[in-house]
């Protein structure tokens, strides 16, 4: 089966390969949200007892904020925004008549390269090697139909979660990981390394971190996975169906997307978010956290569509500030996480105890700021960002047109 894609289909009013603004928009605070949750996680993994424990009122407020608004949202709206891209360049290929398979596997190998070198000689909490591998995996549902791909993005976005917190429920306890750490023991071995001024010390850790992540907590990575998985497929299908294309056409739909995801998702993240509060329940109420995960995704659907009516009215000096930060986000995300470990771990600045909750929330956003101007400044001298040029110089294998090429979404 062929799909012979076109403008038209897709209620695109611009050429394939016209960027829309309103996704790279989009993408960009995904980005954010994304970048203010790493910087926290870079100081809490390694010295959360000892934040928490100088924590004022304010900081516990703005920390709760932070877990209910952004934790898991961010990354949600980051994936569903990567599938988007994947129908996107998938859509210019066949209109163009160009093999699809081939490139993005290459492309797909590349990223895969980027997330490694990220995750051992970078930042820890890497997620490009998890987009790349799941990537793969999109190759062999591309030609699925929009109903079968809107499906089954919904069962594994929703189904996991509560299936999970079902089987804890009726055995009394948390699922079991296939290895099982100390907490204490851990968070000491980061500690020692991350603020040793060794980088191969930092470096060692984060290859234990890559490591283990998925041994040492099974069932919420398990979780995870589907969930990123469901929400390429979600994403692809909203590029195919004209949902996030045209989002004028749709404007009816949206406003029903946001009417009722928008309590369910925040009571559901309320409740996920507890542990992160320093709450450890037991039995049925752990289990009911383990299931809420669910409202995470339910909560990234309310802000997509919110952002997607929002943008789609026009451009503005908003989107004109916003949308190079997305089309730079590669580049942006692997600076963040680099720049952020360069200023709190030992072999930078080392400054991992001199941030509060407050201080972190506001450096990760200043962060982002920086990062957008950074992009809009590039942009205008070049096409594309660094990470992505070489992206793309290795997915072609030949050298990159210095000329400005209009290019979709996902480019």
């Avoid at 895969?112 to 970078?122: C, D, E």
């Amino acid at each position: 089966m062929s799909f012979a894609l076109t403008d038209k289909d897709f209620g695109l009013h611009r050429p394939v390969g016209q960027r829309a603004a309103h996704i790279d928009s989009m993408r960009a605070l995904a980005l954010l949200g994304v970048i203010v949750m790493n910087i926290g996680s870079m100081v809490m993994m390694v010295n959360g007892r000892e934040v928490f424990a100088a924590a004022s009122t304010f900081d516990l407020g703005v920390a709760a904020a932070d877990l209910l608004f952004i934790l898991g949202k961010a990354r949600s709206c980051f994936a569903f925004l990567f599938g988007a891209g994947f129908a996107i360049l998938m859509m210019r290929a066949e209109a163009r008549g160009t093999g699809f398979r081939n490139f993005y596997a290459r492309r797909m190998a590349i990223l895969l390269l980027f997330g490694l070198v990220n995750q051992v000689f970078l930042f820890w909490g890497d997620i490009l090697v998890t987009y790349a591998l799941l990537g793969f995996a999109l190759m062999l549902v591309r030609h699925w139909s929009n109903a079968a791909m809107l499906k089954a993005g919904l069962a594994l976005v929703l189904a996991p979660p509560l299936l999970a917190g079902l089987i804890e429920a009726m055995v009394g306890h948390p699922i079991p990981n296939l290895l099982e750490l100390a907490r204490a023991a851990e968070s000491a071995r980061a500690l020692a390394a991350y603020t040793s001024p060794s980088y191969l010390d930092a470096v060692g850790q984060n290859v234990w971190e890559g490591a283990t992540r998925h041994a040492a907590g099974t069932a919420h990575m398990a979780i995870y996975d589907l969930s990123v998985f469901g929400l390429f497929l979600l994403g692809a299908w909203s590029v195919r169906s004209g949902l996030l294309t045209d989002p004028q056409r749709h404007r009816a739909l949206l406003r029903r997307i946001v009417k009722w995801s928008l309590p369910a998702g925040l009571l559901l993240s309320a409740v996920n978010a507890a542990p992160f509060l320093g709450m450890r329940p037991e039995g049925l109420a752990a289990a009911g956290i383990t299931a809420a995960y669910v409202g995470v995704p339910i909560l990234a659907f309310t802000y997509l569509a919110g952002f997607a009516l929002i943008f789609s009215k026009g451009t503005g000096a908003v989107q004109a500030f916003l949308a190079p930060a997305g089309r730079m986000s590669l580049t942006n995300y692997l600076v963040s996480g680099a720049f952020g470990c360069w200023v709190f771990y030992g072999y930078g600045l080392g400054l991992l105890r001199e941030f509060d909750m407050v201080g972190l929330t506001l450096f990760g956003i200043g962060l982002f700021v920086a990062l957008a101007l950074f992009s809009r400044l590039w942009l205008s001298v070049a096409p594309y960002g660094p990470a992505e040029w070489l992206w793309r110089r290795l997915t072609y294998g030949k050298r990159v047109s210095a000329r400005v090429e209009p290019r979709p979404a996902a480019a």
